[in-house]
T-cell receptor
Framework: KQEVTQIPAALSVPEGENLVLNCSFTDSAIYNLQWFRQDPGKGLTSLLL?????REQTSGRLNASLDKSSGRSTLYIAASQPGDSATYLC????????????FGTGTRLKVLA | NAGVTQTPKFQVLKTGQSMTLQCAQD?????MSWYRQDPGMGLRLIHYSVGAGITDQGEVPNGYNVSRSTTEDFPLRLLSAAPSQTSVYFC???????????????FGPGTRLTVT
């Protein structure tokens, strides 16, 4: 069964800290991986998309990487700010699935001013 | 572009009532999907569609129906609402690669449904 795990479930850091959010998966046959941000009571906003042939993508202070051999993706946030406080979710589209994305349960991040 | 729109934003139903959650996108995306989000369980796929006239079941389809008569619209019908269907519902759309999987997903703002 394809499973996606995000640890920790919650994280609290002081402003300015660089941080890494982790996403683990059990099936390395991936088409693509997407990282999302979700603010309380809101929908999901796409942050980064990595296709299976890519190793990483960058957008501003965000960098996402994909390591299929270790079954892990990481989202790196540089110089965190209080406005980064949100829940971050990863979603995988596996080649052996049938048009389905599998989501992790998310990491709730709080950046303290 | 409005992107993905959902109506209503909030809804309260009594057990046994039926209703339709609306979803529309103006990006000409082939792939559309419905998820429900429950605390501690992440997003779970209910139904999806890869084009007009084509729908299929996701992980948790029981109690829900969908149809796709146009590229733009993908309504979700609750046939006989139950308290277990209290959740936040999200619609998403993606372009489809030729002969391949969905590309980047775009989400609507969600519908918060309570069934009493």
């Amino acid at each position: 069964k394809q499973e996606v795990t995000q640890i920790p479930a919650a994280l609290s850091v002081p402003e300015g800290e660089n941080l890494v959010l982790n996403c683990s998966f059990t099936d390395s046959a991936i088409y693509n991986l997407q990282w999302f941000r979700q603010d309380p009571g809101k929908g999901l906003t796409s942050l980064l998309l990595i296709q299976s042939s890519q190793r990483e993508q960058t957008s501003g202070r965000l960098n996402a990487s994909l390591d299929k051999s270790s079954g892990r993706s990481t989202l790196y946030i540089a110089a965190s700010q209080p406005g980064d406080s949100a829940t971050y979710l990863c979603a995988f589209y596996f080649t052996s699935g049938t048009y389905k994305y599998i989501f992790g349960t998310g990491t709730r991040l709080k950046v303290l001013a | 572009n409005a992107g993905v729109t959902q109506t209503p934003k909030f809804q309260v139903l009594k057990t046994g009532q039926s209703m339709t959650l609306q979803c529309a996108q103006d990006m000409n995306h082939e792939y559309m999907s419905w998820y429900r989000q429950d605390p501690g369980m992440g997003l779970r796929l209910i139904h999806y569609s890869v084009g007009a006239g084509i729908t299929d079941q996701g992980e948790v389809p029981n109690g829900y129906n969908v149809s796709r008569s146009t590229t733009e619209d993908f309504p979700l019908r609750l046939l006989s609402a139950a308290p277990s269907q209290t959740s936040v519902y999200f619609c998403a759309s993606s372009p489809l690669k030729v002969g391949g999987p969905p590309y980047e997903q775009y989400f609507g703002p969600g519908t918060r449904l309570t069934v009493t």
